[in-house]
């Protein structure tokens, strides 16, 4: 594609007229059922969203996590406001939500219904607002820096002409300790130059699709924690028509969900035991953390330092106890009693410090 002027234009042309809701689609790229069933609570939440929002949600994912009550959270590229209005209800009345977005027929739907949101949810005030503006440039749109708890984005960030500067922003107005979950296409080859200039396949969030390595390279880059894939879900181009020139070039998709965390600079922390408390909402025997980690309730696990800063650090440092863990030589006595103690119970065998990763007694494991 030629420049970032010409990519904005032709994906404001594409979401403000030439598809008008979700059944326009050609491909399945901004359309794909995400592979984890969301709690009820968020299905609740997604359930009440007025059926125009609903009929115009251009999502490939589920980009609503764990323990939100009470965030500031943005989302990047917000469309007509779906997740949004779910997160919002999330939220609470205490909790807020800001939504940006370039394409004016897009803000317009989501600006008609906050009023039928808020009054549906029971709230005195709004907690949902909708800025216009392009996610490379939020400072443009009045977002300063350190002011989000939380950034979700569905379906975008492939849309970008400047996916760095798009990590680089949500980095900055994101607060320390904060993160970014979102969900986006991910391609396992870069997509060549002339189908990247094809209009329909970039704004039905194929052509501007990245690879996962680079993802990982410019979160890296601009100061995340390693991204933690949460969910991947196979995504069909569609029509012959747009299927057939990407399989020939051997070119596949995934709609992938990401959680990436903003820590504090400081002295890299040792491997620790975590232990969950139980006291997220909706998790109370198991909080799934990413797609190889859940924490078991009152099981204590050996995590990585990264994992241990970023408990410490983000939202759900009130969710658990950190002690040290047990160091080598191991003490016999000690060994036998803790063995004896969970042999049965929840948490299996004896649980043992992996290199480099997180072994839970049951499934939870980290890179
Ligand atoms: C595939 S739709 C997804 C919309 C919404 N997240 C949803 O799930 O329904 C992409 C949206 O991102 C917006 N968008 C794309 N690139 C953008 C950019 N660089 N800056 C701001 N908004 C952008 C488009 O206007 C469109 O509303």
Not at 70 to 88: H, K, N
Not at 228 to 243: F, I, P, Q
Not at 313 to 320: D, I
Request: charged share 20%.
């Amino acid at each position: 594609m030629a420049d970032c002027d010409s990519i904005h234009d032709n994906v404001k042309d594409y979401y403000g007229s030439v598809i008008q809701k979700n059944t326009d689609l050609q491909t399945n790229a901004c359309n794909v059922a995400g592979s984890v069933k969301p709690p009820l609570s968020v299905r609740n939440a997604i359930a009440s969203v007025h059926d125009e929002v609903v009929s115009t949600f251009y999502g490939c994912g589920l980009t609503i996590p764990s323990h939100v009550e009470g965030l500031r959270v943005l989302d990047l590229g917000s469309g007509t406001g779906m997740d949004c209005f779910a997160i919002s209800k999330l939220v609470g009345e205490n909790g807020s939500v800001v939504g940006v977005d370039m394409t004016d027929n897009q803000l317009a739907v989501a600006i008609k219904y906050v009023g039928y949101h808020t009054k549906e949810f029971g709230y005195s005030k709004k907690n949902v607002e909708f800025v216009k503006g392009y996610i490379e440039k939020l400072g443009e749109a009045g977002l300063q820096d350190n002011q989000f708890d939380l950034i979700v984005s569905n379906c975008v960030v492939n849309l970008s002409p400047d996916k760095k500067a798009v990590l680089k922003e949500a980095y900055r107005v994101l607060k320390p300790g904060g993160e970014m979950y979102f969900s986006d296409v991910y391609t396992n080859k870069v997509v060549p130059e002339h189908l990247q200039k094809d209009k329909m396949l970039w704004g039905e969030c194929i052509a501007g699709a990245m690879t996962w390595q680079d993802l990982v390279s410019f979160a890296g880059e601009v100061g995340f924690a390693t991204p933690r894939l949460v969910s991947s879900t196979t995504m069909e181009a569609g029509c012959e028509a747009v299927a057939t020139p990407l399989k020939e070039a051997g070119i596949r998709f995934v709609s992938a969900t990401y959680r990436l965390f903003k820590l504090t600079a400081g002295a890299p922390a040792n491997r620790l035991e975590v232990n969950y408390l139980g006291n997220v909402t909706d998790y109370p025997d198991e909080l799934p953390f990413d797609a190889l980690a859940k924490f078991k309730k009152g099981c204590p696990v050996n995590v990585s330092g990264e994992v241990v800063q970023i408990v410490r650090q983000s939202r759900y440092s009130s969710a658990f106890t950190i002690k040290d863990a047990e160091e080598c030589p191991v003490d016999p006595f000690k060994f036998l009693t803790t063995a004896q103690a969970s042999s049965g119970g929840c948490c299996g065998p004896p649980k043992q410090a992996v290199s480099g990763g997180l072994l839970s007694p049951s499934t939870a494991t980290s890179h």
